[in-house]
């Protein structure tokens, strides 16, 4: 997928490249692809509106990701790790919480919500969007109640 002549990875390590030299970046939200299949049929299935078919990411949202007290505390994602995050997300489990999409590979988890509202060239618009990415220290976090994994099963495609 490219966006402004950039492929996502390239976008992504732009916002990231940004935000370490300037501690902010101008990059306008964009698509890092389509909401998968698997958030879809879960989402149909649990009446959770998806207010969009394209999953965002903003630099805003990266900066959140990247912010000194997360890092403080050892809980910062590799830039590699949301650089890959486009294409690496349809391996990971996937799991709901009752309001956000926890995507997860063991070590990190990313959060999805499924209706944000941003503004986007001065309009406040809804949208699939990455919120933010940390590092996994609970290796049980997902056994709680509140977690609904989402199996990529046969039965539900």
């Known amino acids: 997928m490219e966006t402004e002549g950039k492929s996502v990875e390239e976008l992504i390590a732009a916002v990231l490249d940004d935000i370490s030299q300037?501690?902010?970046?101008?990059?306008?939200?964009?698509?890092?692809?389509?909401?998968?299949?698997?958030?879809?049929?879960?989402?149909?299935?649990?009446?959770?509106?998806?207010?969009?078919?394209?999953?965002?990411?903003s630099a805003k949202q990266l900066q959140h990701s990247m912010r000194a007290s997360k890092n403080a505390k050892g809980l910062v994602v590799d830039a590699a790790d949301l650089i890959a995050f486009p294409q690496s997300r349809f391996s990971m489990e996937l799991y709901y919480d009752g309001e956000c999409f926890i995507y997860t590979d063991g070590q990190s988890k990313f959060i999805v919500h499924p209706n944000y509202k941003m503004k986007v060239n001065r309009e406040i618009v809804k949208l699939v969007n990455f919120i933010t990415a940390t590092r996994r220290t609970d290796k049980k976090e997902f056994n709680g109640k509140r977690y609904v994994k989402i199996e990529n099963d046969p039965a539900i495609e």
């Open 22 to 57: 300037k501690g902010f970046s101008s990059v306008m939200p964009f698509s890092i692809g389509s909401v998968e299949v698997r958030m879809i049929k879960f989402a149909d299935a649990n009446g959770i509106d998806l207010a969009s078919d394209e999953l965002y990411m």
